[in-house]
């Protein structure tokens, strides 16, 4: 448990993003965001700053609380022309970056998580020979587009919760292992309908970004009202 708590000793309490450190525990002190740096592999300070999946709650405060947490979530998704993805700061080619567009969810700004994760549905996938913007490594290019597809995604799968994000289908049956069913429907109010106006499970109001493991193996229905 003490080393799952690592993760503080490399964001830099001055910045708020992940930095080096010399070996006496001098912060390096690196302000370049974008670039791949010696002290971080395959990827850059922007996107393995969020990458603490078991520990949200405290990276929102080590950021600085959801305001600046959203903030910078914002900045991540910003576009820097209108020409392409391709241009957002986020990249979902590198599977360190899968949960990012999710954790609006964990700021209190759930639209946005729905507005990223259909932008990232629409836009990082198609049926072509090269139809996955990165890697498959382990199937894990294809999960993320599954698991949201449905409308949720393990953003830390060692945890029996599931964040919630937007349907890409209008009804999904999960045949489970128990015998039971999880039906998950989607009522929009027009076919480009993808934000979320309500949901409920088995007839009763959901609360919260989070779905349970147990209440999908438990079977019955999650609605969702898009507007």
């Not at 490399?10 to 006496?24: E, F, H, L, Q, S």
């Not at 525990?25 to 395959?42: A, H, N, P, Y």
């Not at 903030?71 to 209108?82: N, V």
């Not at 309908?193 to 959901?206: D, E, H, M, V």
Request: some cysteine; glycine content about 10%; hydrophobic content about 35%.
């Amino acid at each position: 448990m003490a080393r799952s708590h690592n993760w503080k000793n490399v964001i830099n309490p001055k910045t708020g993003w992940a930095d080096g450190r010399y070996a006496n525990g001098k912060w390096l002190g690196c302000k370049d965001l974008v670039s791949r740096q010696s002290f971080i592999t395959e990827g850059s300070i922007c996107h393995y700053s969020w990458y603490v999946p078991h520990d949200i709650d405290a990276l929102v405060e080590r950021m600085g609380g959801k305001a600046e947490f959203e903030r910078r979530l914002d900045m991540m998704f910003a576009l820097k022309d209108s020409s392409s993805a391709a241009r957002l700061l986020y990249w979902h080619g590198n599977e360190p970056c899968h949960q990012i567009a999710y954790l609006y969810d964990a700021a209190g700004a759930p639209e946005k998580t729905q507005q990223w994760v259909h932008h990232i549905l629409q836009t990082e996938y198609n049926d072509t020979p090269g139809g996955l913007s990165g890697n498959d490594d382990a199937g894990q290019m294809s999960a993320w587009y599954v698991f949201s597809s449905l409308g949720f995604y393990p953003v830390c799968p060692g945890t029996p919760y599931y964040y919630i994000g937007t349907p890409g289908f209008d009804k999904v049956t999960l045949n489970l292992e128990n015998g039971k069913k999880f039906i998950l429907s989607a009522r929009r109010k027009d076919a480009g309908s993808y934000l979320i106006q309500s949901t409920s499970l088995n007839g009763k109001p959901l609360t919260g970004y989070r779905l349970s493991h147990q209440q999908i193996v438990s079977g019955g229905q999650l609605l969702f009202e898009l507007k």
